[in-house]
């Protein structure tokens, strides 16, 4: 059974543009949600989304979207980067809409550093 | 809102010597607790999860952690630590509402030898 997969697991932008991530959850997984971590910050949530449709976002600016498409991937989009963007953003599928006790099973994360 | 505190930073513990790792929660009802460990450059492996029942849970990789109500505890704990336990490790807490888990900062574990 395939994991949950980040792509890319790099990546290098300059401070003002925009970013892409994408994340592919566990086969049969609809909920999918996004964590930044930061030394300084820690794991800090990001939004979740479940059939397409966004259930939880967390305290983050604008700037920072996401979506779900039918087969439960998912992209977040980081507009107008900035320096203080740079983190692992980490994906986490579950089984069920944010239902704690399945869980969330981890990508490897991306890494993004802006410069 | 629920929290997590993780109050050690860094731990280091000599190989085979037993491991505690403390975690204290802040959350009106019983919650649903979570300890994940990462590996550098790596995403969260979940270890072992409690949602009611026997307090005391097993995980995988030899680690069990027990909940302490009275304490808002959920320590994490090892009888003998091997090298290949170093890494990070997080404790988290989820209400049951459809809400997201919240993680505490982590605790960095080094084991020498």
């Known amino acids: 059974k395939a994991g949950v997969t980040q792509t890319p697991r790099y990546l290098i932008k300059t401070r003002g543009q925009q970013v892409t991530l994408s994340c592919s959850p566990i086969?049969?997984?609809?909920?999918v949600s996004w964590y930044q971590q930061t030394p300084g910050q820690g794991l800090q949530f990001l939004f979740e989304y479940f059939s397409e449709t966004q259930r939880n976002k967390g305290n983050f600016p604008g700037r920072f979207s996401g979506r779900q498409f039918s087969n439960s991937r998912s992209e977040m989009n980081v507009s107008t980067l900035e320096l203080g963007d740079s983190a692992l953003y980490l994906c986490?599928?579950?089984?069920?809409?944010?239902?704690?006790?399945?869980?969330?099973?981890f990508g490897s994360g991306t890494r993004l550093t802006v410069v | 809102a629920q929290s997590v505190t993780q109050p050690d930073i860094h731990i280091t513990v000599s190989e085979g010597a037993s491991l505690e790792l403390r975690c204290n929660y802040s959350y009106g009802a019983t919650p649903y607790l979570f300890w994940y460990v990462q590996s550098p450059g790596q995403g969260l492996q979940l270890l072992l999860k409690?949602?009611?029942?026997?307090?005391l849970v097993q995980g995988i990789k030899g680690f069990e952690a027990e909940f302490k109500r009275s304490q808002s505890s959920f320590n994490l704990r090892k009888p003998s630590v091997h090298w290949s336990d170093a890494a990070e490790y997080f404790c988290?807490?989820?209400?049951?509402?459809?809400?997201?888990?919240?993680f505490g900062k982590g605790t960095t574990l080094s084991v020498s030898s």
């Open positions: 988290a807490v989820g209400a049951q509402a459809g809400t997201a888990l919240i």
């Open positions: 409690y949602f009611s029942g026997d307090t």
């Open positions: 986490a599928s579950s089984l069920a809409q944010a239902v704690p006790n399945y869980g969330y099973t």
């Open positions: 086969s049969g997984h609809r909920s």
